[in-house]
């Protein structure tokens, strides 16, 4: 599912921060993550509707959650973008959004990059978090 190479960096920090957080208290983290995630979706989902050649992705992008634990902590990531593979509609997802190799002859590209809808949530996860954690601390 991994459309683009978002920069990620300030929420990997973040993310390292609220490790230190019990297992037993980040489960509470887990409704910001799936709210930021759907944002995210929605955002995506709403430019690659936008392009007449590549609407038909839509569909295709959604998002997974992952969850780990090890040493009493415990994390949540949010996977999103274009699903590809058998009976997916987001193979061509690479073209629209003119990652890497997957310009295309054409240039690609017309479709806005992921790590947009990245930018415009997080003010809104890190607030979100904020706010949680001011609730539990």
Do not use: C, W
């Not at 990997?12 to 993550?33: M, N």
């Not at 999103?80 to 190799?101: D, F, L, N, Q, T």
């Not at 990059?113 to 609730?135: H, I, N, V």
């Amino acid at each position: 599912m991994n459309a683009s190479m978002a920069d990620t960096s300030e929420l990997r920090g973040l993310s390292r921060d609220l490790r230190a957080i019990p297992e037993s208290l980040a489960r509470h983290a887990l409704p910001v993550v799936i709210k930021g995630a759907v944002n995210i979706k929605e955002t995506m989902r709403a430019d690659m509707a936008k392009s007449s050649h590549f609407k038909g992705a839509v569909p295709a992008i959604d998002f997974d959650i992952e969850q780990s634990s090890s040493g009493g902590t415990g994390t949540y990531e949010a996977i999103i973008g274009p699903k590809v593979g058998a009976g997916e509609s987001g193979g061509h997802a690479g073209i629209a959004y003119g990652v890497g190799v997957f310009g295309g002859a054409r240039g690609g590209g017309s479709v806005r990059d992921p790590q947009a809808a990245l930018d415009e949530e997080r003010p809104k996860f890190e607030k979100a978090l904020g706010d949680l954690l001011d609730d539990i601390l």
